[in-house]
Nanobody, 126 residues
Framework: QVQLIESGGGLVQAGGSLRVSCAAS????????MGWFRQIPGKEREFVAA???????AYTDSVKGRFTVDRDNPKNTAYLQMNDLKPEDTAVYYC????????????????????WGQGTQVTVSS
C-alpha cells in the first residue's frame, strides 16, 4: 500500500503561483510513476501532469509552459509548481501513484493509477 497526502493548495489571484506537494509513504517511492489530476464538480477528472520513476515528464497542453512536475525521491515527495495561474485552473488537485518500469513513460489515464491522495483545493480568482 502507498499513502499519498497532498498539501499546498489555496487561493491565489490570476497570474500568481502555487506549489502543491504530494508526500508518499508505505513503499519505495522511487519505484513509482507519479501523476497529477484535477477535477471540477460535475466534470470528469482531468490529467494535468506526470513524472515517471526515471523523471520523464508529461503535461496536458493547457498547462505546458506554466506548470512543472518534479520529484524528490529522498523526501518521498512529488511536486507540481503552478505559475501564471488562470481562473480555469481552479479545481481539486489529486496526486496518484503507480508502480512503474524504469525507462517507461508515466500514464496519462487515471484508471491506470493504483493509489490516490485525498486532494487539495486550488482556487484562482480573476
Amino acid at each position: 500500500q502507498v499513502q499519498l497526502i497532498e498539501s499546498g493548495g489555496g487561493l491565489v489571484q490570476a497570474g500568481g503561483s502555487l506549489r502543491v506537494s504530494c508526500a508518499a509513504s508505505g513503499r519505495t517511492f522511487s519505484d513509482y510513476h507519479m501523476g497529477w489530476f484535477r477535477q471540477i464538480p460535475g466534470k470528469e477528472r482531468e490529467f494535468v501532469a506526470a513524472i515517471s520513476r526515471s523523471a520523464y515528464t508529461a503535461y496536458t497542453d493547457s498547462v505546458k509552459g506554466r506548470f512543472t512536475v518534479d520529484r524528490d525521491n529522498p523526501k518521498n515527495t512529488a511536486y507540481l509548481q503552478m505559475n501564471d495561474l488562470k481562473p480555469e485552473d481552479t479545481a481539486v488537485y489529486y496526486c496518484a501513484a503507480v508502480s512503474g518500469v524504469a525507462g517507461a513513460r508515466p500514464p496519462r489515464i487515471g484508471s491506470q493509477y493504483d493509489y490516490w491522495g485525498q486532494g487539495t483545493q486550488v482556487t484562482v480568482s480573476s
